[in-house]
């Protein structure tokens, strides 16, 4: 009979398992998460993620070692360049879509979701430009924030409600044409007005945007391409 | 002439079909433009990127046919593809003189003018990375009969403008303008007769008519490049190029003076701003 509370393996002490079989099978299948995030692979995530459900596995284990876990070996392949961009959206969007499987069976248990930092981030009005957004949200999501993507294009009004709605930790908004930039002043004024400016921490990028722009219009903070906007969001969050 | 862009991938936006409309009607020519990025809104491959760029184009163009028969077109393209690494767009990467080569290509397989933007650098100064980068993509755009370009004087991507550069930009264009001369060959050029008559060493060229006549003509006298001994440089200052650009730089900025528009059309363009102005904002 296998006794430990778990910790002999190294698993933290949430799972206990019943039998020597199933911390295998346990190991196997968080494994199975890990590499699959790591490969990209949507598909073959998803079956593992249905496989843990199946064999009882706890989900916010699976989430934690196994798809956070991938996330972090992607996330250090990426900074020492043996991965690029392409393998890490692919590594996001595979944790994305096991995460969602895991999320529904942690609701329909009563257990309780794990808390993550939240972002909301979008392109602002008139601006259709949207591939630095995206890289930032994903390397947000690499780095365990939840995203709300607002897309482009978004109206001032959206992007308030949006903070009153999801109160996220940090908004982002992004600007790429130097005629939308005043877009980015505009939401934070409005926020200023709905009285939610202090809720949150803004953060604002992208082609037109320069560090004096950010501090003219009273942003919290500003990254020169997306790496260095997740190290200042982790800061402005208190996580770094 | 009217420029109008698509949104990669694979869209014609309202206010481009719009202006396409406006422009076509008018009576002006249009430039139809496409700026995909090969790996994030084209296909990573140059092939995918030009066919998906192609399908673009060409959409723009049939609208324009449409709104007024016959109308004038430009092919255009400012394609970058982004360095997975971080990213950003490469513009000064081989890649960019590529597609632009190949661009004028299928540009002129359809027997439009071609436009690219100027060979661009990533590059932060006006050093060497920038030399090279603006050079080589500036010799494929040249070799491959690039019609129409635009922007000298860029610097990191075209996010920065560098008088200094811009004046060398303009050397290589002069450069370039040499390139495009070729060799001329002609009975005054193969100058048989003449080598015949200065025949074996020690004949020499220098005191001939012929070289008074063509020497000029066969090379482009460099307005800014330095070309001396190293202790002849070293008595004047040792002046890189990026110096001897500022040089003149600061020279042109103080001696050279701007022809004005003409007052009636100055007047005309003013009624014109103010009238579209009144229409848009009301005052």
């Not at chain 1, 199946?54 to 956070?68: H, M, S, V, Y």
């Not at chain 1, 969602?100 to 794990?114: N, V």
């Not at chain 2, 990573?44 to 046919?65: D, F, K, P, R, Y």
Request: overall charge negative; glycine content about 10%.
């Amino acid at each position: 009979m296998w006794t430990s509370s778990g910790r002999e393996s190294g698993l933290g002490s949430r799972y206990i398992p019943a039998e020597r079989g199933a911390i295998v099978e346990q190991n196997e299948i968080l494994d199975g998460l890990r590499q699959a995030v790591i490969d990209g692979q949507r598909e073959v995530v998803e079956r593992w993620a249905n496989e843990a459900i199946q064999k009882g596995l706890d989900p916010l284990l699976a989430i934690e070692e196994g798809l956070r876990k991938g996330l972090d070996v992607v996330g250090g392949s990426f900074r020492r360049g043996e991965f690029f961009l392409p393998e890490l959206l692919m590594a996001a969007e595979a944790a994305k879509a096991a995460s969602a499987i895991l999320e529904k069976e942690l609701e329909r248990t009563g257990a309780q979701t794990p808390a993550s930092r939240v972002m909301v981030i979008g392109t602002v009005a008139g601006d259709i430009h949207d591939i630095g957004k995206t890289l930032v949200a994903v390397l947000f999501k690499v780095a365990g924030f939840s995203v709300i993507d607002l897309g482009v294009n978004v109206p001032a009004e959206r992007f308030v409600e949006a903070v009153k709605e999801y109160k996220p930790d940090i908004l982002g908004l992004s600007s790429l044409l130097t005629t939308t930039a005043k877009g980015q002043k505009v939401v934070i004024d409005g926020l200023e007005e709905a009285g939610v400016r202090r809720q949150v921490k803004v953060m604002v990028g992208g082609g037109a945007i320069t560090r004096d722009w950010a501090d003219e219009i009273g942003a919290d903070g500003y990254g020169e391409d997306a790496a260095e906007a997740v190290e200042t969001g982790e800061k402005l969050v208190g996580l770094l | 002439m009217g420029t109008s862009a698509s949104s990669s991938p694979l869209v014609c936006g309202e206010e481009m079909c719009r202006a396409i409309i406006e422009y076509a009607r008018a009576g002006h020519p249009i430039q139809v433009q496409s700026g995909a990025t090969p790996g994030a809104t084209a296909p990573a491959t140059l092939a995918g990127a030009l066919v998906m760029q192609n399908a673009e184009i060409l959409s723009g163009m049939v609208l324009a046919q449409l709104a007024s028969p016959n109308i004038g077109m430009l092919y255009g393209s400012e394609v970058m593809p982004m360095d997975m690494r971080t990213g950003r767009l490469a513009a000064g990467a081989v890649e960019v003189g590529i597609l632009t080569a190949a661009g004028a290509q299928v540009a002129h397989f359809y027997g439009f003018p071609y436009m690219a933007l100027f060979p661009m650098t990533d590059a932060n100064s006006p050093d060497q990375q920038c030399g090279y980068e603006k050079g080589i993509q500036l010799v494929l755009s040249v070799l491959a009969g690039v019609n129409y370009c635009v922007n000298g004087g860029g610097l990191e991507d075209e996010c920065l403008l560098s008088f200094e550069q811009l004046v060398i930009d303009n050397e290589m264009c002069g450069m370039m303008g040499r390139l495009l001369q070729g060799v001329n060959v002609d009975e005054d050029s193969l100058a048989v007769d003449l080598i015949k008559e200065v025949g074996p060493m020690p004949g020499t060229f220098l005191n001939k008519r012929h070289t008074i006549d063509f020497w000029k003509r066969e090379n482009y006298i460099p307005r800014l490049s330095a070309r001396m001994s190293h202790t002849r440089w070293e008595s004047e200052g040792s002046k890189n190029i990026v110096e001897l650009a500022r040089e003149k730089v600061t020279e042109i900025l103080k001696t050279h003076r701007p022809v004005p528009l003409a007052e009636e059309v100055d007047r005309e363009l003013n009624k014109v701003l103010e009238a579209v102005a009144k229409e848009k904002l009301g005052n």
